[in-house]
């Protein structure tokens, strides 16, 4: 099986600095002669969190609706945000968890990390889910967050994926890590 051959980057240039990411141009070469400029967006790492609460009628999700500039519509999906430069992702979902539904987790466990898309960004999604989660306080929303908050029984939120305000992909890969952690899928 032949692998693919290494890029050399030759220069780098920054193209745009925005609030949360930057987008550069990077001039490669391969040592067969191959070169080309590519696109990079450079953005901070991102974790997600499953929240778990266990009711009389079994597993719920705790699941944030909020409107999505990117594609102008309301997204139903799970709480995450930002890993901080130097930011444990662990803390920084159960920092996401808190603020932005106000519920705290008894444990919360790493699902698995991926690459949103490797192809032109340089972060990674790392997934969680929180076990054992209690309602503490009043939501904690920065400037420009408006999120309710919702309790999703476990099958339907899973049934939902892919549906009108589910589209959300990493949170379609949060739910694989999960039906994996929980053995739902074979």
């Not at 192809?119 to 309710?148: K, S």
């Amino acid at each position: 099986m032949r692998t693919p051959e290494e890029w050399t980057e030759l220069r780098r240039t920054t193209l745009a600095q925005c609030h949360i990411f930057s987008v550069d141009s990077s001039e490669r070469s391969t040592r067969n002669g191959k070169h080309g400029v590519f696109y990079v967006v450079n953005a901070p790492d991102w974790a997600g969190v499953i929240p778990v609460v266990e009711t009389p009628e079994g597993r719920s999700f705790v699941m944030i609706r909020q409107y999505r500039h990117g594609t102008e519509h309301v997204s139903i999906e799970f709480p995450g945000g930002i890993v901080e430069r130097g930011e444990d992702p662990a803390a920084a979902v159960a920092r996401e968890l808190l603020e932005e539904t106000g519920y705290r987790a008894d444990m919360v466990v790493p699902l698995g990390v991926l690459s949103p898309n490797p192809a032109f960004m340089a972060n990674t999604f790392h997934a969680f889910v929180a076990e054992g989660c209690v309602l503490e306080r009043p939501q904690c929303l920065d400037e420009h967050e408006d999120i309710d908050v919702l309790l999703i029984p476990e099958r339907e939120a899973i049934d939902l994926v892919g549906g009108e305000d589910y589209g959300h992909a990493l949170m379609t890969a949060a739910l694989f890590f999960y039906a994996r952690y929980r053995g739902l899928s074979s």
